[in-house]
């Protein structure tokens, strides 16, 4: 309890003089999702809403990670100024022990997530009519909560490498993982399906498992980026 209560301390100094890239937060977070809209629009209003089909799941196994970050003056110079380096070398030289460091990061990224969420997917269910007449409430949350847990799964990888690495690197293996989550869109394209519309279907038959097996496997990635990252930290100059 007491090194949960440390966490909290330390990621309550993330939010210190960070109120004008909060607003550029939520600038960008009513962007994404007012741009999801015409795109829920046409995958759905069409009668071959796979057309589109690879360029919504691009969007949204791109950007979906994206809600588990704010915007601020860290990570803005992180490629220039290895900022995430520098501020995990300031907590080392406190009495601040790595369990906490990390917790810290991990309540950064739930507070992140569930703020951003709500704003991501409530602009989708208020003004794209197309999902509103296909999901009631129920079902819309069962598709949201299975992005959310989506979210949580690549963000323990963000993580890892937020902490694991100096910026350069974090910068070229986060361009990697994109790359690859491109790969994955092309290859359900190729493959005649969509991600998007899947989890809408199943949404529209509450399989309430999607969601379940979604948030389970992405606390149990937070939990394998914990102990790799304890790892990583143990042997990592930060210097």
């Not at 979906?64 to 990570?75: D, T």
Request: charged share 15%; net charge positive; proline share 3%.
């Amino acid at each position: 309890m007491e090194r949960l209560r440390n966490a909290w301390m330390i990621t309550k100094l993330e939010f210190i003089g960070i109120h004008v890239p909060l607003v550029w937060t939520v600038i960008f977070n009513l962007y994404i999702g007012g741009m999801s809209v015409p795109m829920l629009q046409g995958i759905l209003g069409t009668k071959d809403g796979k057309t589109f089909g690879f360029f919504m799941d691009f969007y949204f196994l791109i950007l979906i990670p994206m809600l588990g970050f704010f915007f601020s003056r860290k990570s803005a110079r992180y490629l220039r100024e290895d900022s995430y380096t520098k501020s995990l070398g300031r907590l080392r030289v406190l009495p601040v022990k790595l369990e906490e460091m990390i917790l810290a990061r991990i309540l950064l990224l739930f507070i992140a997530l569930i703020g951003n969420a709500i704003l991501f997917f409530a602009i989708q269910y208020v003004f794209a009519a197309s999902i509103r007449n296909l999901l009631s409430a129920g079902p819309f949350l069962v598709y949201a909560f299975t992005w959310i847990g989506y979210a949580f799964i690549v963000s323990a990888l963000y993580i890892y490498m937020e902490l694991g690495f100096k910026g350069k690197i974090y910068f070229y293996l986060s361009m990697l993982s994109m790359l690859l989550l491109v790969a994955v869109a092309v290859m359900v394209q190729a493959l005649g399906s969509n991600v998007v519309l899947f989890t809408i279907e199943q949404a529209q038959r509450m399989n309430v498992v999607m969601p379940l097996a979604a948030i389970a496997i992405g606390l149990g990635s937070l939990a394998l980026s914990y102990r790799l990252s304890r790892r990583k930290l143990q042997t990592r100059d930060l210097a």
